[in-house]
Antibody
């Protein structure tokens, strides 16, 4: 059974840093693109970042470029998102998600990040 | 970054048919496969349809998707109470080099 379990969310002050992790199981992790998608409670989905199965390609949405870094450890089946210089508008539930041939087939339950002083 | 346009809300009666739309352009919907996702309150999204009109196993035949030009559509027939949810379209934008989600449509089943 495919499982994606996020961790690392919490309360952080503006300008601070946080590292999210996603533990994957039930599939050959290194074969899939992995993504981070965020959602302000009550609002829509916003794609944040993606990383290719072998880690060779990373892409970011404009609003997080230079502040966030996506990475993966295929030996440990983990996906990370290092978030620096956090702003109030980064507050959201962050989902780890897998795509297969471009299709969003599995999602984690999400972890809440709150940026507030 | 530009997104995909979805109507914020659609209301239909029990047993009726709802058609949800997603409008983009030739850099995204017009030339890339579109996925549709369903999200119930407090839960992560769930894939309903991919590459314009393919259903994952376990998804009801009441859900069907299509595309015409730069507009994708999700049609839900025989509406049930459990269909009340938020629906999102998604695709890759080749110009922006970014994954896009529509703003979502809240479907209310009356």
């Amino acid at each position: 059974e495919v499982q994606l379990v996020e961790s690392g969310g919490g309360l952080v002050q503006p300008g601070g840093s946080l590292r999210l992790s996603c533990a994957a199981s039930g599939f050959t992790f290194s074969s899939y693109w992995m993504h981070w998608v965020r959602q302000v409670p009550g609002k829509g989905l916003i794609w944040v970042s993606r990383i290719k199965g072998d880690g060779s390609i990373t892409t970011y949405t404009d609003s997080v470029k230079g502040r966030f870094a996506i990475s993966r450890d295929n030996a440990k089946n983990t996906l990370d998102l290092q978030m620096n210089s956090l702003r109030d508008d980064d507050t959201a539930v962050y989902y780890c998600a897998r795509t297969h041939m471009g299709n969003w087939d599995y999602w984690g339950q999400g972890t809440l990040v709150t940026v507030s002083s | 970054q530009a997104g995909l346009t979805q109507p914020p809300s659609v209301s239909k009666g029990l047993g009726q048919t709802a058609t949800l739309t997603c409008t983009g352009n030739s850099d995204n919907v017009g030339n890339e496969g579109v996925s549709w996702l369903q999200q119930h309150q407090g839960h992560p999204p769930k894939l309903l349809s991919y590459r314009n009109n393919n259903r994952p196993s376990g998804i009801s035949e009441r859900f069907s998707a299509s595309r015409s030009g730069s507009t994708a559509s999700l049609t839900i027939t025989g509406l049930q109470p459990e269909d009340e949810a938020d629906y999102y379209c998604s695709t890759w934008d080749s110009s922006l080099s970014a994954e896009l989600f529509g703003g979502g449509t809240k479907l209310t089943v009356l």
